[in-house]
C-alpha cells in the first residue's frame, strides 16, 4: 500500500514560512492529482493546494492564493508546498494525498492519504 510520507511542519510567527515535503513514490501514472489538504480541530478537510490534469493545472484554494505554492520534483518523487505569509488561521494538520480518479476532493474520499504534518501559526 502506497503511503504519502510528509515532513515539514512546525510552528512558526504570524508571517513567517514553512516549506512541506511530500514524498510520493508508487503513485500510478495514471494519478488525476496529487496536492495538499489540511483539517483544523473542529473543521472538515479542505483542499489547500493540487496539481492534477497530468500536472497541467494547479489549484489554489482562495485563501492561500498568493502566499502558497505547490511545485513538484519528478526526479525525487517529491511534492511540495511552500507557505509564507503564514497566517493563525492556517494552522492545521496538512495532509499529502492523491486521487487517480477525479474529483479531487477528501470528501469523496482520496486513494493515498499521509499521517500529515502539523503546521501552528502563532500571532
Known amino acids: 500500500q502506497v503511503q504519502p510520507v510528509e515532513s515539514g511542519g512546525g510552528s512558526v510567527k504570524a508571517g513567517g514560512s514553512l516549506r512541506l515535503s511530500c514524498t510520493t513514490s508508487g503513485y500510478p501514472r495514471s494519478t488525476y492529482c496529487m496536492g495538499w489538504f489540511r483539517q483544523a480541530p473542529g473543521k472538515e478537510r479542505e483542499r489547500v493546494a493540487f496539481i492534477y490534469n497530468g500536472g497541467i493545472s494547479t489549484y489554489y484554494a482562495d485563501s492561500v492564493k498568493g502566499r502558497f505554492t505547490i511545485s513538484q520534483d519528478n526526479a525525487k518523487n517529491t511534492l511540495y508546498l511552500q507557505m509564507n505569509s503564514l497566517k493563525p488561521e492556517d494552522t492545521a494538520m496538512y495532509h499529502c494525498?492523491?486521487?487517480?480518479?477525479?474529483?479531487?476532493?477528501?470528501?469523496?474520499?482520496?486513494?493515498?492519504w499521509g499521517k500529515g504534518t502539523q503546521v501552528t501559526i502563532s500571532s
Open positions: 494525498a492523491a486521487v487517480i480518479s477525479p474529483p479531487c476532493d477528501p470528501a469523496y474520499g482520496m486513494d493515498y
